[in-house]
């Protein structure tokens, strides 16, 4: 699993969340908030992984743009992208798969690499 563009994110999610026949029922669009909220959130527990920048980074679109993070860290936002979105789904366990993906998130983030 090589994740370094906005594609490699949005195709790795979608293999945790098993929603890998079109229609999809997760909206690339969806999926591209779920890895701008998880760079938001990163970037509060670990500013120093993103000293370069003024603000935090944003990929808009489905592109073979780079996400610029630390390889160490690519994983945790992979979860993030994921819990965030099976909290939309109404089903039952999803909430909890959804809760394990984020706290995931958070303790790799704050775990030195």
């Known amino acids: 699993m090589a994740l370094v563009t906005v594609e490699d994110y949005v195709r790795e999610a979608r293999i945790l969340l098993q929603d890998l026949l079109v229609p999809y029922r997760y909206a690339d669009t969806e999926l591209i908030s779920g890895l701008n909220m998880g760079l938001e959130q990163a970037h509060k527990l670990r500013r120093d992984l993103f000293l370069k920048y003024a603000t935090t ?25 994921v819990g965030h ?25 704050t775990t030195a690499v």
């Open 57 to 81: 980074p944003e990929y808009p679109v489905l592109a073979a743009t780079e996400v610029d993070i630390d390889p160490g860290y690519r994983r945790a936002v992979l979860f993030f992208m």
């Open 85 to 109: 979105a099976q909290l939309r789904d109404e089903e039952e366990t999803t909430d909890a798969r959804a809760s394990a993906f984020l706290t995931s998130f958070a303790a790799q983030m």
